[in-house]
């Protein structure tokens, strides 16, 4: 256990504000991940979770008429990918109210290229870089500045899985990399080869509140076949990290939530950062929600604070947010994976369910739940060897692709080393390495068979 610092609004006063303003709210995503963290709380319980499928066609008479009182939540509502475009119909053809940032801001910050004004206007430093043009382009020499012995480049869309990142170590492969991206404006960074960082925000009408710092897991082969596919996060500390760089992160989170609010962004965002020595660089910022946010979720209710879902229906709902608080005290070393397809397979019956499950000899089985696991399994009651699963997959998904997200992890320690380029634990090989295993012709048989 370190000393945590976090900020938010006391529990009992954010759940009964929402008693007062929702009657129900649903979490739109293929996982309950999220979610969970409200059902989880006796307080209020008006939460459920809705996969956004096929939306059933509307009847003769037209959609219902949206209710104030009934509202949705999704995970990436303003991105544009079908997952959004099947949140906002479903609310549509349901009659709730999705609870959506303002899409003109959220297409701004999701840009790899446009965001760089709105960093540049909240006073948070980037890694050196060149703009690429589309086309008319010289030479790889002109966008490659000596001295930048390697680099990143990125496409300014479709990086939300960060299949948009590429790392390239030499002129000879940027060449390469920008025959496959003709036709793209794109971002060459210089590479940084710091400590990788998100912290998790909330933009509210008047302030913004900062939550959790984690060490964010981008690339590590053991778990994805991209070298920039985020992979995993652990919560992270003051003590944990080179002194000042926590303070510093969350400063520029808040910095950064405060010209998104400003410009008319609500709602929960993620800052991603790398450091550089007693310096923290903005990698880019996450409109959204984003997996880190469950560890965040964890803290928060150790720490009597709201969880953030709930605070971002409260920034969507009201002029200004509740009194917060700022807490000092003792954080787990909660950490999680996120474990990528090796190679192509089929989807068959009997996937997992979330839940608590234990590593053995065979690989990953099913551990039955506790009465409290009921509305949501705890985070931080787990054992040695047990770890919560959050599969990403679900019955009638089709077969899975190289890469494709297979499951979400988590344990109740850390997995890796806080150091820029991490090896996971050997308990944490042995959780990817059972479920990729468990991958065959026909499905997933051995991971599942009776859920958690």
Same mark, same amino acid.
């Given at each position: ?15 009964? %504000? ?18 969970h963290a409200l059902t989880a709380d006796a ?83 980037? =890694? ?177 604070? %709201?969880?953030?879902?709930?605070l971002h229906i409260l920034a969507q ?16 070393? %909660? ?72 499951? %979400? ?35 997933? =048989? ?7």
């Amino acid at each position: 256990m370190r000393e945590a610092v976090l900020e938010g609004v006391p529990a009992g006063a954010g759940f009964a %504000l929402l008693a007062e303003l929702v009657d129900e709210a649903v979490w739109l995503d293929r996982s309950p991940l999220l979610s969970h963290a409200l059902t989880a709380d006796a307080q209020w319980r008006r939460i459920r979770h809705e996969p956004p499928g096929p939306t059933p066609p509307h009847p003769p008479d037209g959609p219902p008429a949206t209710d104030p009182r009934r509202v949705a939540v999704a995970f990436a509502p303003g991105t544009g990918t079908p997952a959004a475009d099947r949140a906002r119909a479903w609310a549509r053809a349901h009659g709730y109210r999705l609870l959506a940032p303002e899409p003109s801001v959220t297409a701004a910050a999701d840009d790899k290229i446009d965001v760089l004004p709105l960093l540049a206007e909240a006073g948070v430093p980037v =890694p050196d870089h060149v703009i690429v043009p589309a086309t008319g382009r010289l030479g790889s020499a002109a966008y490659w500045p000596a001295g930048w012995p390697r680099a990143v480049l990125q496409r300014r869309e479709n990086h939300l899985l960060g299949r948009g990142t590429v790392r390239v170590a030499s002129r000879p492969e940027l060449v390469r990399a920008l025959c496959v991206w003709e036709g793209h404006e794109l971002r060459l960074s210089r590479h940084v080869p710091g400590l990788s960082l998100t912290v998790t925000g909330c933009a509210g009408g008047d302030r913004t509140v900062v939550s959790a710092v984690c060490h964010q897991l981008v690339g590590l082969p053991e778990l994805t076949p991209h070298r920039g596919t985020p992979c995993g996060s652990q919560l992270t500390g003051p003590a944990d990290l080179p002194p000042g760089t926590h303070a510093a992160a969350r400063e520029a989170a808040y910095r950064v939530g405060e010209v998104l609010r400003t410009r008319g962004y609500r709602g929960v965002f993620g800052l991603d950062l790398v450091t550089e020595g007693s310096r923290v660089l903005a990698v880019g910022i996450n409109p959204r929600f984003h997996t880190a946010v469950s560890l965040t979720h964890a803290a928060e209710r150790a720490a009597g604070l %709201l969880p953030v879902l709930g605070l971002h229906i409260l920034a969507q709902l009201l002029p200004e947010l509740p009194a917060s608080r700022a807490v000092h005290g003792e954080l787990p070393a %909660l950490s999680q994976i996120l474990v990528h397809a090796r190679r192509a397979a089929g989807l068959g019956p009997g996937l997992p369910a979330p839940g608590r499950y234990r590593l053995t000899p065979e690989g990953p089985l099913p551990r039955p739940r506790t009465a409290e696991e009921d509305h949501g399994p705890s985070l931080t009651a787990l054992g040695p060897g047990e770890a919560l699963c959050w599969p990403r997959v679900s019955d009638g998904d089709g077969p899975v692709r190289t890469g494709d997200e297979l499951m %979400l992890v988590q344990f109740n320690s850390h997995i890796v080393p806080l150091v820029p380029r991490p090896r996971l634990s050997t308990a944490g090989r042995s959780w990817a390495a059972g479920i990729n295993r468990a991958l065959g012709a026909e499905g997933i =048989p051995a991971v599942g068979g009776g859920g958690g």
